[in-house]
């Protein structure tokens, strides 16, 4: 098709609200951003005529590594107010600390994210553009992001409200349409966005509609309801939010024409989206309409079930949909379940590993012929490092299709008697550490010395202290085995005073060593995000999880690791209690009883912490048998274990989930 006549459909389909002409520069001549218009329209066009295979995922959050993953670009410069901030370091080295801190000239990813599970979603999204299914995708354009996390030197965490402008995001476009939802005292309006989330070939997207609430002419308190993701300290924001997500959604959709056929709700969040559309229904209609929902539920850990009282949801919403949330979500007279809700309502519920499913079916006996599991995966395109995936183009044989087929990992099996393959393996990985090393100069890593990572949420379950919690017992190892470098980082919801004193008690402990960094260097990143993710997860040698058990329902942070040969030490929990007999690093600490679920306030430190020196003291004096000065030791048991991670990821990817997905959950292969 011509130029111009793409561009014409492109705008009979999407109504762009460019009333300066901004966006007509970065959407001309077959172009949108620089990506392909043609793949635009035609999953527009297959989402208005998708003869009842139509899908809609709707999720709070939505990480899609946009930085450094099929990156838009625009004839525009960057905005400042778009660019990664400064970020502060503490460390054991605080003369470094004082004098430098970390800066880069890319963009920030699409701040609408928190952590993992909009992680899971923006993969997801990208996977499902890779299958090219007839999907859109639910979310909230956040205005001031989720937070933005300062130091205060070593008492913690100070929260900042975090500003960007989505206005000159490249690939984000605000449409004429708004849509409206209804409360019982206000009627709220909605602008809508799209971002438009490619797949990895380009050849095809998902739209991504984005729900804003900051517009004229909602009053002061609609307009901050889509200000910051997770707001929880007023009840009537969390409640809004989250019933904006789902009426909004169910609007937007209908505002788009898109023919829906499969609602996917990510967590309970999007609950609503179900009493949006279920409104006047009975009977065989409302059968049907449960036949049309499935859930998705992410986290065993109490405080992730969102539960709301009637008296607030009767203050909030009207009558006819209370009454829907009554029928379907009472844990009691008086209290309402989203959870519950959301299992009532779908016609599969998933857990998101073997061991998470183990755990809901205790937690919730009734549904346990309902509650399947689907274990989580990472996007295999965008969490290989390049270093990685150039080594697999190095050996075609083994890997012929990498780029269609990231289940061909596996063959890496093949080649663990290969010298040349494991030595280049060895080689990029140290390209990678170099990399790292260089980000972090001015602190003195070194690429030789044994590297081991912690980063994620800081939450009491993930135990984010328990490397630190024997400080003697951490420098005896580093004095007696071999000198360590552990990086740490992450970010503590602000109202979680539990998250606040970890970070307290880290950055303390940290500062205390302020005399041993020629042989332990501890260094904590300020402000964790999906950049600092893709950049750790691919360059460290050990990736450090070790949440309790069974609390952590899957976690996706190692299977981004294995994906680029990086060696797992971990609790045997969520994903990595179906790996546990593969020789992917070593595994330690306490392990909950079948048939139970344990305290989640029961962290058991000082038993877990021993282990957790026991099992590090082993993988140091390896790692240093392996890494001999200028000669490595390629015959080593520790590359053996880095080609075992990489076959492993043939299996904790998006594709593998999606392929499930499909034949489990969605029943549409
Ligand atoms: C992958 C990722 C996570 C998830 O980590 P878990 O191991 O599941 O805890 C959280 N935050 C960011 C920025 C990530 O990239």
Not at 17 to 31: F, V, W
Not at 144 to 163: I, V
Not at 429 to 442: E, R, T, V
Not at 577 to 606: C, Q, T, W
Request: proline share 4%; with cysteine.
């Amino acid at each position: 098709m011509e130029n111009s006549k793409l561009i014409d459909e492109f705008y009979s389909l999407v109504q762009v609200d460019d009333h300066d002409g901004r966006y007509s520069k970065d959407i001309e001549g077959g172009n949108y951003f620089g990506m392909p218009l043609a793949s635009i329209i035609e999953a527009e066009k297959r989402l208005r005529s998708s003869a009842g295979k139509g899908m809609a995922y709707f999720s709070m959050e939505y990480g899609l590594a946009t930085s450094c993953y099929n990156k838009f670009s625009s004839h525009f410069p960057l905005e400042a107010a778009n660019r990664l901030p400064e970020n502060a370091v503490f460390s054991n080295f605080r003369v470094a600390d004082y004098l430098f801190d970390l800066r880069s000239d890319n963009i920030i990813d699409l701040p609408i994210y928190s952590g993992g599970l909009g992680v899971l979603a923006g993969d997801t999204v990208k996977t499902m553009a890779d299958y090219k299914l007839p999907a859109a995708a639910i979310g909230i354009l956040w205005n001031s992001g989720y937070f933005r996390q300062k130091f205060w030197f070593k008492y913690g965490q100070a929260p900042e409200k975090m500003h960007w402008d989505p206005r000159s995001y490249p690939g984000l476009i605000p449409l004429k349409n708004k849509i409206k939802v209804s409360f019982k005292q206000e009627d709220v309006y909605l602008r809508l966005w799209k971002y438009y989330v490619y797949s990895h070939k380009h050849d095809y997207v998902v739209p991504l509609i984005l729900l804003d609430s900051n517009v004229e002419p909602n009053s002061e308190r609609a307009r901050n309801l889509t200000d910051q993701l997770y707001r929880s300290d007023n009840v009537f924001l969390k409640l809004l939010q989250r019933v904006i997500l789902g009426f909004g959604g169910i609007g937007a959709l209908a505002e788009m024409g898109y023919d829906i056929n499969t609602y996917h709700l990510n967590e309970g969040h999007a609950v609503f989206a179900f009493v949006a559309k279920a409104r006047g229904l009975s009977g065989k209609e409302l059968e049907q309409l449960k036949s049309k929902f499935v859930y998705t539920c992410h986290t065993p850990v109490e405080a992730g079930h969102d539960r709301f009282s009637f008296d607030d949801l009767d203050r909030v919403l009207k009558k006819e949909d209370t009454d829907i949330i009554e029928k379907f979500g009472k844990e009691r007279p008086g209290l309402a379940n989203l959870t519950l809700l959301s299992m009532n309502i779908s016609s599969a519920t998933n857990a998101v590993s073997h061991n998470h499913q183990k755990v809901m079916h205790i937690q919730f006996p009734k549904y346990r012929d309902q509650i399947q599991y689907v274990t989580n995966g990472v996007h295999p395109y965008t969490w290989m490092s390049q270093e990685i995936k150039s080594l697999f183009g190095l050996f075609p044989k083994a890997f012929p299709d990498f780029d269609n087929n990231p289940m061909i990992l596996s063959k890496a099996a093949t080649l663990k008697s290969d010298s040349a393959f494991r030595s280049q393996l060895w080689q990029a990985h140290q390209a990678n550490k170099d990399n790292l090393c260089k980000f972090l100069g001015k602190w003195k890593l070194d690429k030789d010395t044994f590297t081991i990572c912690w980063a994620r949420r800081v939450a009491a379950y993930k135990r984010p202290s328990l490397i630190l919690h024997d400080i003697g017992k951490l420098m005896r190892i580093a004095e007696e085995v071999g000198p360590l470098q552990i990086i740490l980082a992450g970010k503590a919801h602000p109202n979680d005073n539990l998250g606040f004193t970890y970070i307290n008690e880290m950055l303390d402990k940290v500062d205390g060593l302020s005399e041993n960094y020629d042989k332990l260097k501890i260094i904590f990143l300020e402000n964790y995000d999906i950049s600092f993710g893709k950049l750790l997860t691919s360059s460290v040698d050990v990736w450090l999880n070790n949440p309790l058990p069974p609390f952590e329902a899957s976690g996706t942070s190692g299977m981004k690791a294995i994906l680029n040969g990086v060696l797992q030490m971990s609790t045997v929990d969520g994903w990595v209690a179906e790996v546990s007999d593969r020789p992917i690093g070593a595994f330690f600490g306490y392990k909950n009883s079948e048939g139970s679920v344990g305290n989640e306030l029961d962290l058991h430190m000082n038993e877990d912490s021993g282990e957790l020196y026991e099992t590090l003291s082993g993988l140091v004096s390896l790692y240093y048998k392996t890494n001999q000065p200028g000669k490595p030791d390629i015959s080593s048991f520790w590359i053996d274990m880095m080609i075992e991670c990489i076959c492993t990821a043939a299996h904790f990817n998006t594709y593998r989930m999606l392929d499930q997905y499909k034949s489990l959950i969605w029943k549409i292969s």
